[in-house]
Nanobody
Framework: QVQLVESGGGLVQTGGSLRLSCAAS????????MGWFRQAPGKEREFVAA????????YYADSMKGRFTISRDNAKNTVYLQMNSLKPEDTAVYYC???????????????????WGQGTQVTVSS
């Protein structure tokens, strides 16, 4: 089992920044990919970004490229999501997730992830 705990959400004005953290514990050696997803009220869960736990390759949804940066600190078993130039449409609950799929081909698919955090609310005011 892997446990994930997110932190860093909050209220920010348009154009502001936030950094989310996701601390992993338990059988972290089984993790192949870490991802961030978000879900706004009345909408489906949406892929935001992903990072390979070992190699560090990163992947982003097109709408987040250039504004969001995913990174990891393996020594701390922590993944980060730096979010800049935030917009009201970025308002959502942000979830951290861990994937054990060694093929790595479905990093953008929510149901491919095995473990999820509880989510952290991000609200961007206009």
């Amino acid at each position: 089992q892997v446990q994930l705990v997110e932190s860093g959400g909050g209220l920010v004005q348009t154009g502001g920044s936030l950094r989310l953290s996701c601390a992993a514990s338990g059988r972290t050696f089984s993790i192949y990919t870490m991802g961030w997803f978000r879900q706004a009220p009345g909408k489906e869960r949406e892929f935001v970004a992903a990072i390979r736990w070992s190699g560090g390759n990163t992947y982003y949804a097109d709408s987040m490229k250039g504004r969001f940066t995913i990174s990891r600190d393996n020594a701390k078993n922590t993944v980060y999501l730096q979010m800049n130039s935030l917009k009201p449409e970025d308002t959502a609950v942000y979830y951290c997730a861990a994937n054990r799929d060694v093929t790595g081909s479905h990093y953008y698919v929510a149901y491919k992830y095995d473990y999820w955090g509880q989510g952290t609310q991000v609200t961007v005011s206009s």
